[in-house]
């Protein structure tokens, strides 16, 4: 028995649009290589869109992928994960699943109060298949209570269990504040427990779990993760043994530089100095600086000439990151464990008063977390991105307005 096991796809993640379509080029990649190896079906733990409702071009694009499975008569099997789903609990895997492009394998009734989930059988290796949805925040964790599991631990054969949620026995330290579910969530006994949703590659055995996989994400979907990764994959599963297979849609360079003690034209040298020895073609580019400068602001070093230069050298893209970088004017900030409000309280009471804009402080305070809640708005279900932006620009103008009337009366 072969298959494939991918996780977080998050195809349309990227916005730029020298990134936006590096996902569906990594799922491509993934059902290429997966045709190639003569897997017998193939899976993915949630995740594969990026949003509830992605783009017309995305949607094609993973369809078209999907389709050259479906000619070799390789069926995919799949659940929803956090991203998948709208507001109003639809996902576009019900589409796909309608188009016999794929299965949604979390299907079951609930009996007494309890969720008895059923098995999806793949015709060809007789493997029997079932899965739990993801949803953010944990809310999946009443489905794990109620689940009978008892009867799916009774079923004989090879069972694959999908699931979408952070198991805690398997969290790495850096992600410690992830909400997460204890392994006795899952039910015992299976062979293979193909995970999703915690963007680490990991395999495990836990006492009567075994072969627990996390394959990661299908490509990075941050600044740091590709920092840390350096490039995505999944898992290819070959009778008992299962194999992480990275894919390199273009090479990371990654760079930190320390600008500490530096003012704004030494840190604009050290910067050049670190990416001049690199051999950046065809490589997106990471440059993390970090430390206080001594003087001059962060805007006074030339990004500019740093991304020309790099450009110049054939790097396929490159960006910066400057959030450990800060000015004499800006110290440090002292950031104490709480829940979300009242570390942005921590933060707004740091910096209030140290940029003019002519309000008093509490009537300042007052408009940065009416900001902070308008800009936190999601798009709503069916939206268009030119009408959820001008709401959200109308909605921001309109806080501004009543901040500057307020503290004039």
Known sequence: MKFAHLADCHIGSWRDPKMSDISLIAFN?????????????FLVSGDLFNTSVPGIDKIKGAILALRKLKIRQIPVYAIAGSHDFSPSGKTMLDVLEHADLLVNVCKGKIVDDTIQLQFTVDPKTGAKITGMVGKKGMLDRHYYTALDAGSLEREDGFKIFLFHTAITELKPSDLAQMESAPISFLPK???YY??????????STIGEHRNIVYPGPLFPNSFSEIEKLGCGGFYLYDNGRAAYQPLVVYPAVCLVVDCNYKNANEAQSAILDAVSGKNVEGSIVTIRASGQLSSGKISDIAWNKIFEFLYEKNAYFVMKNTNQLVTQEYSSIAIHSGSTEDVEHLVIKEHLGQIQIGLPLDAEEAVIKSLLHTLNTEKSEGERVIDFEERVIAETQKTLDAGWVSAVH
């Open 194 to 203: 193909a995970g999703g949703h915690v963007h680490i590659v990991n395999h």
């Open 189 to 191: 006994g299976f062979d």
């Open 29 to 41: 990649m993934a059902v290429d290589r997966s045709i190639e190896a003569g897997v017998d079906f």
